[in-house]
């Protein structure tokens, strides 16, 4: 599998007037699971749609892999990046297998028909988050939260090296929420795959990333190995909170406790 890696240098972005991102500078190392935290509207969703090359910045560069990230074309691409994104809506009465199998389509040939491989990749993904039963359903017909584990086993089924989650379990239980990020860990683990999530929740991020990114305001606010940058200081400034940061024994992970405001 190939090695996966950003550089970004001095990036900045803007919608019109509003400035999105501000002379980012960061590197995103292969093999890690990053949290991308920070207050709503910080950039961390226009942040992956730059990475994803659906975007281009104003000024700065990225780098994937040592290479510029705009002069890949868009099938060498998919076979790189696969990205689970906020909202996700189908009209079409496809069944769930049919848009699984829709992340094997950047390793098709033109006009070429799915193999025995692509779908045995797609039946995997789908058991891998516990919808292999959903294979004959519509999707039209599934809740908000059975659609987004769908998409979830689509990006899956893309066998990229990078996975970005944008919120990807936003409408989730946490144990579905758990078993997403159990798939994305094993993967970074057994086969050096990197996952980049946008992740709300202090507690879930600490248990599961290696590497912490906080933003704010555009601008990079923090970056480092989890244990490093979750830190009372770092929450405070970033979200405006007082924060205790402590190991917690039966999750074997930091957990984060924050003190309530007195009426």
Same mark, same amino acid.
């Given at each position: 599998?190939?090695?996966?890696?950003?550089? @970004?240098?001095?990036?900045?972005?803007?919608?019109?007037?509003?400035?999105?991102?501000?002379?980012?500078? *960061?590197?995103?190392?292969?093999?890690?699971?990053?949290?991308?935290?920070?207050?709503?509207?910080?950039?961390?969703?226009?942040?992956?749609?730059?990475?994803?090359?659906?975007?281009?910045?104003? /000024?700065?560069?990225?780098?994937? &892999?040592?290479?510029? @990230?705009?002069?890949?074309?868009?099938?060498?691409?998919?076979? +790189?990046?696969?990205?689970?994104?906020?909202?996700?809506?189908?009209?079409?009465?496809? =069944?769930? @297998?049919?848009?699984?199998?829709?992340?094997?389509?950047?390793?098709?040939?033109? $006009?070429?028909?799915?193999t025995s491989e692509d779908l045995a990749i797609a039946q995997k993904a789908m058991a891998a988050i516990?919808?292999?039963?959903?294979? &004959?359903?519509?999707?039209?017909?599934?809740?908000?939260?059975?659609?987004?584990?769908?998409?979830?086993?689509?990006? @899956?089924?893309?066998?990229?090296?990078? *996975?970005?989650?944008?919120?990807?379990? /936003?409408?989730?239980?946490?144990?579905? =929420?758990?078993?997403?990020?159990?798939?994305?860990?094993?993967?970074?683990?057994?086969?050096?795959?990197?996952?980049?999530?946008?992740?709300? &929740?202090? &507690?879930?991020?600490?248990?599961?990333?290696?590497?912490?990114?906080?933003?704010?305001?555009?601008?990079?606010?923090?970056?480092?190995?989890?244990?490093? =940058?979750? =830190?009372?200081?770092?929450? +405070?400034?970033?979200?405006?909170?007082?924060?205790?940061?402590?190991?917690?024994? $039966?999750?074997?992970?930091?957990?984060? /406790? $924050?003190?309530?405001?007195?009426?």
């Amino acid at each position: 599998m190939a090695e996966a890696g950003y550089v @970004l240098d001095r990036v900045s972005f803007a919608y019109g007037e509003k400035q999105a991102l501000d002379e980012l500078t *960061l590197r995103i190392a292969p093999g890690r699971f990053y949290g991308l935290v920070g207050p709503n509207g910080c950039g961390k969703s226009t942040l992956l749609d730059l990475l994803m090359a659906n975007r281009k910045p104003d /000024s700065g560069s990225i780098k994937f &892999n040592d290479r510029s @990230l705009f002069d890949y074309g868009r099938r060498a691409l998919a076979r +790189q990046l696969a990205l689970v994104p906020q909202d996700f809506t189908i009209h079409f009465a496809f =069944t769930v @297998l049919e848009v699984v199998l829709m992340g094997r389509h950047p390793y098709l040939p033109r $006009f070429g028909a799915v193999t025995s491989e692509d779908l045995a990749i797609a039946q995997k993904a789908m058991a891998a988050i516990g919808i292999g039963d959903f294979a &004959n359903r519509y999707v039209t017909e599934l809740s908000g939260g059975e659609k987004q584990r769908v998409v979830v086993a689509r990006a @899956l089924a893309q066998e990229t090296p990078v *996975l970005m989650l944008d919120e990807a379990t /936003s409408n989730l239980d946490v144990g579905h =929420t758990m078993e997403i990020f159990n798939v994305a860990r094993k993967r970074v683990r057994e086969r050096g795959e990197t996952v980049i999530a946008v992740v709300h &929740n202090l &507690n879930l991020a600490a248990a599961y990333c290696d590497e912490m990114i906080f933003m704010k305001e555009g601008k990079l606010a923090a970056s480092g190995p989890t244990k490093e =940058t979750l =830190t009372p200081a770092v929450i +405070q400034e970033v979200f405006g909170v007082e924060s205790r940061v402590s190991h917690d024994e $039966f999750s074997n992970a930091l957990q984060v /406790s $924050f003190r309530h405001g007195s009426e």
